[in-house]
């Protein structure tokens, strides 16, 4: 016989939330893995002492990482879902009946004490410290690498050319983040003005690119966004998601949102590593990325650090169209000359062009009546630019083929595994947050789900003795 469902008011209800919530549950698994038993005391500077209680950020935090976890980052939605959901509640430590808080608050915060705080630095730097504590990190290898996630700015709100409108750029009337682009552009000049000043650059940040060339078209909703049709079907305004990832785990060490050109990805390469090393003592022994690092300046900048750059390099030997390269000529490390096929010398004047190369050139008289001349240059004499950091990307050249730099050629897919895994099943494709800080925050967030989802699989089947044990 056919059953039916027959509903039943009760007068009285006993139910217990921690009953009720499965033992295998993720939630469950994120919490023994998550501790905030320090937020309070780090954000007591922040809170007047007197006055209305506000939201506890306990709460907030633990929503908003849900929230990251599960895909749902629309602050409206998730206070609907936490409302609904009993294993949001139970995580949340709402109860049945606590009250979740209103959507504007978590704005409020983020714009005001979360930001002066860096509250969400200091969550994803607790979560990495306890991933570390567990033996998931093992510092010894690296990898890093950036994906395109497009921001919250529509094409309809596009001009040309890399200034803003002068109504739209006076400080008093714009909005948040076209003051920050504005102090971006501040802190650029700055450095320009260091540099010409002849500063020796020790208090600025060292970058491992050239500086990018004047933007053909800004967004007015948000201007530090770059036009790129990189990893998009149609060009768009986007950040990039830059990662630092820790090889043994693929433990997310570091996280970084820049404007999605390749020339401000490379940049944050020091920047990473840098904040790496001072918040948690780890400088990784080699560093694996794709061949967007392969720049002298990055090998250089890595090799001074002992930081073994397993990155193809950046090398145009297969553009020749049929002249001849510079491996056809010989370099003479004690004269400081190259010699050409023809036996002849390029010298150099010592002036290094700011893209860092040393210009070594041919004389007239030799190339003129040299038979070959039409494979070598068309011009009245040839000329080789010679890398400042050539002999460290002669050492990478060598390196290329050994076993090591193969296994991180490998190991650094784990990188786009992460970004596969942010998109698709986070759902982090477009932001909703805007600014350099806005989209900062949602990949600190989101980088924080991702490294808390390990550590809890991780707490919940511990690894093999022999996974970590060093290699
Ligand atoms: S053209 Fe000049 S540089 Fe080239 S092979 Fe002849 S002499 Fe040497």
Not at 151 to 180: F, I, K, M, N
């Amino acid at each position: 016989m056919m059953g039916r469902l027959v509903e039943r008011a009760q007068l009285f209800y006993e139910f217990s939330l921690e009953r009720h919530m499965p033992a295998e549950h993720l939630l469950r698994r994120l919490d023994a893995a998550l501790d905030l038993s320090w937020l309070r005391a780090e954000l007591a500077p922040f809170y007047s002492a007197i006055g209305r209680p506000s939201i506890d950020p306990e709460l907030m935090i633990r929503m908003l990482l849900v929230g990251y976890c599960y895909g749902v980052r629309s602050e409206r939605r998730l206070c609907d879902e936490v409302h609904l959901n009993l294993g949001y509640r139970w995580f949340c430590r709402l109860g049945l009946d606590g009250a979740v808080p209103d959507h504007s608050t978590f704005s409020k915060a983020r714009h005001g004490r979360f930001r002066e705080a860096e509250v969400f630095r200091r969550v994803f730097e607790r979560v990495v410290g306890a991933c570390m504590g567990v033996g998931l990190v093992g510092g010894e290898g690296f990898a890093i690498d950036a994906s395109v996630i497009e921001a919250d700015a529509s094409y309809a709100q596009r001009v040309e050319g890399p200034t803003l409108p002068p109504e739209r750029a006076d400080p008093a009337s714009a909005t948040r983040p076209v003051r920050e682009y504005l102090a971006a552009l501040d802190v650029a000049a700055a450095r320009v003005a260091g540099a010409v000043d002849g500063m020796d650059g020790q208090d600025q940040p060292e970058r491992l690119a050239a500086e990018p060339a004047p933007a053909k078209s800004l967004s007015l909703t948000d201007p530090a966004a770059a036009w790129t049709s990189k990893g998009a079907r149609k060009a768009s305004f986007a950040y990039a998601v830059n990662y630092l990832v820790d090889l043994k785990r693929a433990i997310i060490v570091d996280t970084q949102a820049s404007p999605a050109r390749w020339t401000e990805e490379v940049a944050t390469t020091a920047l990473m590593i840098e904040r790496t090393r001072e918040r948690f003592g780890l400088q990784p022994s080699r560093l694996a990325a794709d061949s967007a690092y392969g720049s002298g300046r990055l090998v250089g900048w890595l090799m001074a650090r002992g930081i073994e750059p397993h990155v193809p390099l950046l090398d145009r030997v297969t553009q020749t169209k049929g002249v001849l390269t510079r491996a056809a000529f010989t370099f003479d490390r004690e004269r400081d000359v190259y010699i050409c096929p023809a036996g002849h010398e390029l010298a150099t004047s010592g002036h290094v062009a700011a893209a860092g190369f040393r210009q070594y050139r041919a004389k007239p008289t030799a190339c003129g009546p040299c038979a070959l001349k039409p494979r070598c240059t068309s011009g009245v004499a040839r000329l080789i630019g010679r890398n400042v950091h050539e002999d460290e990307r002669e050492h990478v050249r060598q390196i290329a083929g050994t076993p090591a730099f193969k296994r991180s050629t490998r190991e650094r897919r784990k990188v786009e595994m992460l970004f596969a895994h942010l998109k698709r099943n986070l759902g982090l494709r477009r932001l909703r947050l805007r600014g350099p800080t806005g989209a900062g925050d949602e990949f600190l967030l989101a980088a924080t789900a991702q490294n808390l989802r390990r550590l809890a699989r991780s707490l919940a089947a511990p690894p093999p003795a022999s996974a970590t044990a060093p290699a």
